[in-house]
C-alpha cells in the first residue's frame, strides 16, 4: 500500500470511530448500525475494571465471557440496552491507527466518557477515563470495527 493510500485508509478509520462516539451518543441506532462489522466483537470484561494504584489488582476483577457480545446484532443490542435511558457524552483522543494490510487495521484510542441517568431519574454519574483497543475490516461500503474492547484508567462514580 503506498503512502497516498494508507494515510486515506487512516482518516477513513479516524471518521468511522467519530461516527460511533456521535451514533451512540445520539441515540442514532441506524447510523450506528453501520460501523460494525457482520461479525463484530464488543468485548467489555475490564471495562469497570481499574488497576489499584499500590496493590495493582484489578478492581473489581475482570468479567466473564458474557461480556463478551459477538456478532452484528449482540453488539447494537447490547450497546442499545446499555444507553438508551441515559445521558452519554463519549471522546475519543489521539488514535493510534496502523494499517496493518489493505483490508485490515488496528488502533488505539485514548478515551473519556461521561454517562448519568436522565433528569427525573434517580441520581447516577459515571466519569471513566481509558482506552479503545480496536481491529477494523475494510468491506465493500468501506471500513468497519471488527472488536472492540474498553479498558480503564479510571472509574469515577457519583
Known sequence: MDDVTRLLAIE?????????YRC???KDW?????????DAIFDLREVNSVRHPLTGLWEPPYGGEADVHRGHA?????????????ITV??????EVEITSDTT???IWAMEDVISNAPGEPAMHLHGYGHYHDTYLKLDGGW???????????????
Open 12 to 20: 477513513d478509520i479516524r471518521q468511522l470511530k467519530a461516527r460511533y
Open 24 to 26: 451512540m451518543d445520539t
Open 30 to 38: 441506524e447510523g450506528l448500525a453501520k460501523v460494525f462489522a457482520p
Open 74 to 86: 449482540a453488539v447494537l443490542t447490547m450497546i442499545r440496552d446499555a444507553v438508551t435511558k441515559l
Open 90 to 95: 463519549h471522546h475519543g483522543h489521539m488514535g
Open 105 to 107: 487495521a488496528r488502533a
Open 144 to 158: 468497519a470495527i471488527q472488536t472492540t474492547r474498553i479498558t480503564r484508567l479510571r472509574l469515577s462514580r457519583g
